[in-house]
């Protein structure tokens, strides 16, 4: 039987149906992507991707741009939510109520009826 080590440090992120393949180091804050073939140790922050798992970014980089990102977006209640998604729905609804109405009016203009 072949026995092997595989170390996993802090405040990694290992996507599912990844495989690890032994003696390997899976370094803090490193991120591998679902179903990798890591077949080398993953650096401290790095993310890792494919068959066999190659370096396609970085933790510290990634954390910067979702900041940035989280800037931009205004910060609402659950109650802000959820009126925003009813005003969101309303809005369709009232627009296909409208498309119908004018439908309609167009109809009884050219005098045809509707069964």
Not at 22 to 48: C, F, H, M, W
Not at 83 to 89: P, R, S, V
């Amino acid at each position: 039987m072949h026995q092997s080590c595989i170390e996993i440090f802090d405040n990694c992120f290992i996507g599912g149906h990844s495989i690890l393949i032994g003696n390997l180091r899976i370094g803090p804050n490193a991120i591998v992507a679902g179903g990798s073939v890591v077949t080398k140790d993953v650096l401290p922050g790095e993310i890792v991707a494919g068959n066999p798992a190659k370096v396609v970014g970085n933790f510290f980089d990634l954390m910067e741009r979702r900041k940035k990102e989280d800037y931009c977006q205004p910060v609402l209640s659950d109650e802000e939510k959820v009126q925003q998604l009813w005003d969101k729905f309303a809005k369709k609804r009232k627009k296909i109520i409208l498309n119908n109405f004018a439908y309609k009016i167009t109809i009884l203009q050219l005098g045809i009826r509707i069964f």
